[in-house]
């Protein structure tokens, strides 16, 4: 069976791993994520894969990193959050620094794919990814293939505009989908709401420091299980906004299904709900038209890894 190496840049981490044909993940290996990003990241990223490329016989390697990425799968074109690499030619330097042929791919396309081939959009042939986390990825296959468009710099989702002159993004324009859908959005909401009602909020902000900044995303999750009526509140604005986002991609796209990741998706239905109730009146001819069928991704951290490792073998 033959054996490729996946490896997910993040902020924190570079997570290697071992992929077999059938998308599980055989051995994994580490490094902190370098904050001069560059030469050290790249040289990271050849340690892990050298690192398993000694234990195991493994073809090609994988590397899956947010920003966008050229259509030939060989060169990050810009990257927002990593300094050095804009313009680099990542196949190059590290099929010289670990001898074996190199795909490059955007995170979201990554996990879109890995969910495609072996998680919750797995037999299905017209899928849309989104990914919800501090930003809003996308990723989209079409009839059974990756679409990366013209550039390589397709399904960048977060940044369609939602809001005319609404709020500044961090690529500079304003009203993208990013600003009103994304993890850091749902902050937003629970701190607005506890703002309207100090008294409500007081159970929820005691669950960290007293503040909306002590709150992480799990503990909203877990006051929204509880019924917390401004954590449900949050998750609700969230999935409205996700939702009106869906029916515009889907009267483009017409996918049979869209898949939501990211960290957010740890809230299940309670995020799903909403997402749905608002892509279906945001639709047009929606009782009428088909609607695809929107569900939580299943492959949870794993997808960007075994999404690229799959890609690097084809």
């Known amino acids: 069976m033959g054996y490729t190496i996946g490896v997910d840049v993040g902020g924190t981490k570079v997570l290697g791993g071992v992929v077999d044909e059938s998308g599980k993940v055989i051995e994994t290996a580490r490094r902190d994520t370098p904050k ?18 000694a234990k195991h016989p493994v073809d090609s390697v994988g590397v899956s990193a947010t920003g966008w990425v050229s259509s030939d799968r060989k060169t990050i074109l810009a990257t927002p959050n990593i300094s050095g690499w804009n313009g680099v030619n990542l196949d190059y ?3 010289s620094m670990i001898g074996l042929p190199v795909a490059i791919e955007n995170d979201a396309n990554s996990a879109a794919w890995g969910e495609f081939r072996f998680g919750a959009a797995k037999g299905k042939k017209d899928i849309l990814l989104l990914t919800i986390g501090t930003g809003v990825g996308g990723g989209i296959v079409i ?57 409500t909020a007081r159970a929820l902000l005691s669950r960290g420091d007293g503040t909306v900044a002590g709150l992480s995303g ?64 945001h639709m047009p001819f929606s009782e009428i038209l088909p609607m695809p069928d929107i569900v939580g991704a299943t492959l949870g951290n794993e997808a960007g890894l ?5 890609l690097a073998r084809v």
């Open 36 to 53: 001069a990003g560059g030469a050290a990241l790249t040289a990271a990223i050849a340690d892990v894969a050298n690192e398993l490329k």
């Open 93 to 95: 330097e590290l099929t």
């Open 143 to 199: 009839d059974g293939k990756l679409h990366r468009g013209a550039y390589g710099i397709a399904a960048e989702v977060g940044h369609m505009r939602v809001v005319p002159d609404g709020l500044l993004c961090g690529c500079q324009a304003r009203g993208c989908l990013e600003q009103y859908a994304a993890g850091s959005a749902l902050m937003r909401y629970v701190r607005e709401g506890a703002e309207k009602s100090p008294d």
């Open 218 to 281: 799990k503990m909203i999750t877990e006051a929204a299980r509880e019924g917390d009526e401004i954590a449900l509140a949050g998750f609700n604005t969230l999935g409205y906004w996700i939702g009106a986002g869906v029916a515009s991609l889907s009267v483009i796209l017409d996918p049979e299904l869209v898949v939501i990741g990211g960290g957010v998706i740890d809230a299940g239905e309670i995020l799903l709900k909403p997402i749905r109730a608002a892509a279906k009146s």
């Open 306 to 310: 075994v999404g690229v490792a799959d």
